[in-house]
């Protein structure tokens, strides 16, 4: 009687997961499909599959804004999450060894203060970064989002100063004893040993980076050369003007497709990072 | 030459050295920015021109900013509901798979994808276009014969909760973080509770939720914040419309110094902004003691 | 192999910031900024060909493309930046705030030395590019727009009605009763900018909505001329004729047009949801391409109770060189290329309003398509006694009263979702008009 009750309960929670992951995933699929759908039917079908099935939103998307096509709007996006991601996995790897094994007064102080940051709203400094970078000269390039990352980013210290802390310290020890000096453990011994920590910083600086719709908005917006692909799609779909939503929702789609590769052969790392940090996906 | 070498070689000098990057980062694009601004906000300032300095002005004008009222309303709002929102069913989605191990995977996916792909502007755009009135979700209600044409994001009391919903939706990372800290809660403390004969339900709400309580504190306070702050939805699907009930504060900021040409007063704004978001952080940290189990899992 | 990956990622790296610098920079490059969406970056960008290919000068133009809203946005950010475009596209109603901020090439020393030719451009349109308080020409307009309301045609014959030219207010309405009574189609009174349904109506009463004649700007009139403005979104929402509030201003913008235009064939009315759009003449082109085929589209002035003098027309897509430009010969050559090249008319058609120069509107008349030819059409009968002269300057502060996310639009839907009575929102506004600009 209990094992009866029990598996209908089973067969129920697995009928309801099921069911309200379906109407999760279904805005997804929606897009999808209607990036094969002719332009003028796409709002008026309920069901997921096209009405007649239409391939040329690919080509016609592809073309792009202008005389720049999305072959430059993917290759801006992939050159500023990859040079970004690069500095933040780096520094945040330097400085995370630095909290980690450092032992200079006002170390603590120090990380507190980044912990600090981590709670300090970004868009606060919106206003008075942007007037700085302006000073600065560097407003319609890419400097602003670009040069910041190579000092640290707080989540990725935070997420390797608490790798780096559970490395044993007799590895230092003996690498001491070797002659390593500081810089030295940390290129042979802290570096390798850290390197899944590594790996999930990356991934997520490489997704909200790919992702980032505000930094690119505030410095190198108008300037179809420099779009990432985030703008391109907003000058896509501009509401005062009639948009293509069949070619708008190709290109979506194909703007989706690095976060989900990286989620299909780097989950573990993302579930991981997410689960011992906190960070959001 | 040595001399240095030796220096640099110092084990505190390498380790400030290592810092270096973060304590320049922290001067150069924070401490001096917020200095900047805080001079910004004694000033009048649309960035054409030098400002020019008005003392209190801007933060004697929020007072009577009637914007500023329905922009703070519009926000709270906003995080009132779709955090919590977020949470209950982030919690409760990880309570169902908690234990249903052989499919896992594939509704760990289904469920963490959104969360996943849900901060691009393809998706904002997407939603914005679901809930017009020619949109799909009119089209799916049209099919069981309910209202069509009507429009979500434009009307005052529907267009916050297309943006709600659009939060909720991604529950993914909450969820991932409750799973993690549900799998750390020893068997053995259930078989105990088994033994004694209690309810599932009294199981849950004398085991379960005590000792992931850490876990939902940690998980509101990032929430609370990152809410605050919402600025991409709203800019992309309701433009802050109607009648500002959207009108999330980084928006109003955001109109203010780009739109408008009040920098000084948007600097303004992101002062106190950072007084409300300190406010809060700090209460939540207060009430911490009063329902936050502490005692680990030993 | 870990040397391999390293050095794969190292040449990835450069690979990516070399993307990123990349610019193609050549010997002589202009930078031209302009609003707009897709249709009008492919036309703008044969232009600029066009004009590269013929130029011994000007070896490459970089486009800088912003939809309308986002585009003075930008332009202050860059402004602010030093990093304006060498020609910009301009409008009365921003350029006051770049001149006083000293971003503006004064264009006459240009003119005298014959850089610019503007022999063809009538001396109206010259002055349009002048701001209170300087002798300079700040700007040339290429195209000339008037007021105008679109409506949809079809339906008017279906129920045996029409649009008259120069309707009164009181016909206007009456109709709009009509027109919800028989077929529940809705009327739509201030359209996307409601500024300029209030603009006229202030013009009706002989009043500017910006009065520049003291010493420093102001709203126009007083508060009992706006009310009536107010008043008739209350009554048509009251009455049932006025759309929903849910879809006023600008919340769904073009993409409403299926609404407008019922998809594909049906033409029940009970898939239109309004019958008209008061909007500018050059809006003609793109609604004509939107609409389906059987759709006809008219084309009236604004509802006014006195057309003659409330209707404007006004100059627009003003050209502009900023004093950011550094190379004042090139931009210099392709801004008198464009308001004198008959090849650049014939690609934009009607996009940018009718050809302020005169001789060129001759002579791409007969080569304009139909939607260009009637909106020309339109703009002729306006000109011709149905209009009177129009200042469309507005000061500083203005886009935070009129404009896209202004205080205009949420006092229209505090009134139109009952939470304002007309007066209480013509004294608010006023009043907060009259703090804002400067």
Redesign the interface.
Known sequence: MVTRHNKIWSVVKHAIVLGFGFIMVYPLLWMLMSSFEVSDQIFHRAGLVPSQWDFTNYPTGWAGIGRWTFTRFFGNSFAYALVSTFGAVLSSSVIAYSFSRGNYPGRKILFAIMLGTLLLPGQVLMVPQYLWFHSLGWVGTYLPLVVPAFFGGAFFIFLMTNFMNAIPRELDESAKIDGCSFYGIYAKIIIPLSVPSLVTAGLFSFIWRWDDFMGPLLYVQGNPRLFPVTLALRVFADPTTVTDWGAFFAMSVLSLVPAVLIFIFFQRYLVEGISTTGLKG | MTAIKRFIYKENVAGVIFALPFIIGFLAFLVVPMGMSLYYSFTRFNILRPPEWIGLENYTRMLTDERLRESLFATLYFVFAAVPLRLVVALAIAILLFKSTKMMGIYRAMYYLPSMLGGSVAVAILWRRLFFSTGTFNTILGVFGLNRNFNWIGDTRTAIWVLILLSAWQFGSAMLIFLASLKQIPETYYEAASIDGASSARRFFKITLPLITPTIFFNLMMQTIAGFLTFNSAFLITGGGPLNTTNFFALYMYNHTFAWGNAGYSSALAWFMLSVLALITGLLFGTRRFWVYDGGFS | MKRVIALC?AV??L???G??TS?GRSDTEIVF?WW???????Q??RIIDLFVEGSDNVDYI?????????????M????????LPCVMQQDTGRMI??Q??G?LQDLRPLIADGRLDVTNIPQMALEAGMVPGSSGIYAIPTGMNVTAMTYNATLLRELGLSAPLNMTLDQFIDLSREIYARSGVRTNWIG?DPSIQLEIHLRAQGVNLFDFSGPTPRMGGSPANYVEFFQVIAMGIEEGWHIR???????????????WYP??DEREFANM?QWNDPIWSNMLT?QL??APDWMEIGMTSFPSNNPQRASFGRSTMFLAITTQADDLDASAEFLNWFINSVEAYTIMGGDRGVAINPVIARAIDPILAVPAQRQAAHVAWTNDGNSSPFFAGRP??A??VV????EL??IT??VA?G?MTPQEAAEAFFAFGNATVR
């Open positions: 990622l990835l790296m690979a990516a910031v993307f990123m610019c900024g707009g969406g897709d249709g009008r970056a492919e703008t960008q970089e486009p800088v493309i912003a939809s309308w809203g986002e585009y003075w946005e930008m202050l950010t860059r402004a602010a930046a030093g990093d705030e770049f006083a901020a971003l996307a509030p849910e879809h006023l201003a600008g919340r769904e913008g073009a993409e409403m047009t299926p609404l998809p594909g949801r793109g391409n939107d500083e502060g886009a935070e404009g896209t996310n202004g639009v949420r839907d505090l979702t939470a």
